[in-house]
C-alpha cells in the first residue's frame, strides 16, 4: 500500500514538474511572439485592374484607389491623398526656393511635418488592449525623440486613430501632417511592433526597402513576391527617409516574409540571411533620424539672439535634409519633406 502511495506520489510530482516546464515554455513563448510578430499583409492577388500611375515625389509609381478616396502607393499600408499625387513628373521641384508667401511649394507630391514637433491625435472606437498597445507606441517614440503626441482639444492639424475592423495584427496610415484628414487605422489586433511602423508613417516616412541604395544591403527576391506586390518594392531616388543611411533594423523596414507568395523569404541580407525580427522598438537610426528632421527647439525660434547668424544662404546646388535651415533673402527657412518652412525674418 506504501510503495502504490509513494508511487503515485512521484507521478504526481513528475507531471506537475512537466506542467510547470511547459507553463514557463510558452511564457517565453509568448514574451517572444510578442516582440517579434510582423503585421498581417492584405494580399494584392488579382487586383492589378485597380492600379493606376501617378507621380509620387517626382517619380512614377502604382497606386490604388481605396474605398475612402485615399490612395494607397503601391498597395502598401501608406495612404496618400489625391493633392500628395501628380500626372507628371515635373510638378515637382527636388529643392524649392524658399518663399516667404508660401505660394510656390512642392506642388505634386507634397508630405509635410508636423509643427512644433508635436502629433496631434484623436482615438475613435479601439479597444482597451490596442489602446495601451498605441500607449506603449507612443511612448517609444516620445521616450527616445523630439517629438511629441498630445490628444486634441481644438487643434485643426490632427491625426484620427481608429479601429480598421480587420481581425488582424496590421494597419495603415496616411503620409505626413494633412489638416484634419489624416488617420491611422488599426486591426482588432495590432501590436506595437505595428503601431510604432505605422506612427513612423504619420511623421512622414516611407518603407526603408524603398530606398534608392537598398541594392547595397539587401537582396529582394522578386521569384517569391506576390505576383501583383512587385510595385511594392520600388526604389525612390527622390524621396526622403527616416535614416541617413541605410537601416536594415529601422521600423520601417518590411520583414523577410512580407508579400511572400510562398512562403520563402521575399527580403534577405546582403549576404542571403534572413533579416532581425522586427521588434516593438525604433533603432539608433531611426532615433538619429527622427531628431534631424524634428530639431530640438520644435523648428521654432531657439531665441537664443539671432537664430540666423552662422546659418548658410540657401543654394540651388545643395542637396537638404528634412530639418536643415537656411537664410534666404533675409528670412530664416527650415527644410520640410517637401518645402521650405518660414521660421523667422531674420534681425
Known amino acids: 500500500m506504501n510503495t502504490k502511495n509513494e508511487k503515485l506520489k512521484r507521478q504526481n510530482a513528475r507531471k506537475l514538474f512537466l506542467l510547470g516546464v511547459l507553463a514557463i515554455g510558452l511564457t517565453f513563448t509568448s514574451c517572444e511572439k510578442e516582440e517579434t510578430i510582423t503585421e498581417d499583409v492584405v494580399s494584392v492577388e488579382d487586383q492589378e485592374n485597380k ?33 500628395q499625387l501628380a500626372d507628371t513628373a515635373s510638378s515637382y521641384d527636388p529643392n524649392p526656393v524658399p518663399d516667404a508667401d508660401q505660394t510656390a511649394l512642392a506642388l505634386g507630391g507634397g508630405v509635410r511635418k508636423w509643427t512644433n514637433n508635436t502629433v496631434v491625435y ?22 527616445k525623440t523630439n517629438v511629441r ?24 496610415a496616411t503620409l505626413g501632417m494633412n489638416g484634419s484628414r489624416g488617420f491611422i487605422r488599426l486591426g482588432t489586433r495590432a501590436t506595437a511592433v505595428v503601431i510604432i ?9 516611407l518603407h526603408e526597402q524603398n530606398r534608392s541604395d537598398r541594392d547595397n544591403f539587401i537582396i529582394i527576391n522578386f521569384d517569391n513576391v506576390q505576383d501583383n506586390a512587385v510595385d511594392q518594392f520600388f526604389k525612390s531616388n527622390s524621396a526622403t527617409f527616416l535614416t541617413g543611411q541605410f537601416d536594415i533594423n529601422s521600423t520601417m523596414m518590411y520583414g523577410s516574409f512580407t508579400f511572400s507568395k510562398n512562403g520563402q523569404p521575399t ?8 533579416l532581425p525580427p522586427r521588434r516593438a522598438r525604433i533603432s539608433a ?9 524634428y530639431p ?10 539671432n537664430a540666423c547668424d552662422g546659418v548658410e544662404e540657401w543654394s540651388r ?16 527657412f527650415e527644410r520640410d519633406f517637401t518645402r521650405w518652412t518660414f521660421i523667422k525674418f531674420c534681425n
Open 51 to 83: 492600379f493606376v500611375s501617378k507621380y509620387f515625389l517626382g517619380e512614377k509609381v502604382k497606386v490604388r484607389k481605396e474605398a475612402d478616396g485615399t490612395y494607397s502607393l503601391a498597395g502598401t499600408d501608406a495612404r496618400l491623398f489625391e493633392d
Open 122 to 143: 484623436r482615438i475613435s472606437g479601439l479597444s482597451g488592449t490596442v489602446r495601451s498597445e498605441l500607449q506603449r507606441s507612443m511612448v517609444e517614440w516620445t521616450s
Open 149 to 172: 503626441f498630445v490628444e486634441r482639444t481644438n487643434e485643426s492639424n490632427y491625426v484620427t486613430i481608429s479601429s480598421s475592423g480587420s481581425n488582424s495584427n496590421s494597419g495603415v
Open 197 to 205: 511602423h505605422e506612427l513612423g508613417h504619420t511623421l512622414g516616412y
Open 267 to 274: 527580403i534577405t541580407d546582403i549576404n542571403g540571411n534572413l
Open 285 to 293: 537610426l531611426d532615433i538619429a533620424g527622427t531628431n534631424q528632421a
Open 296 to 305: 530640438g527647439d520644435g523648428g521654432g525660434d531657439p531665441g537664443n539672439g
Open 317 to 332: 546646388n545643395t542637396r537638404y535634409s528634412v530639418g536643415d535651415r537656411v537664410t534666404y533673402r533675409g528670412n530664416l
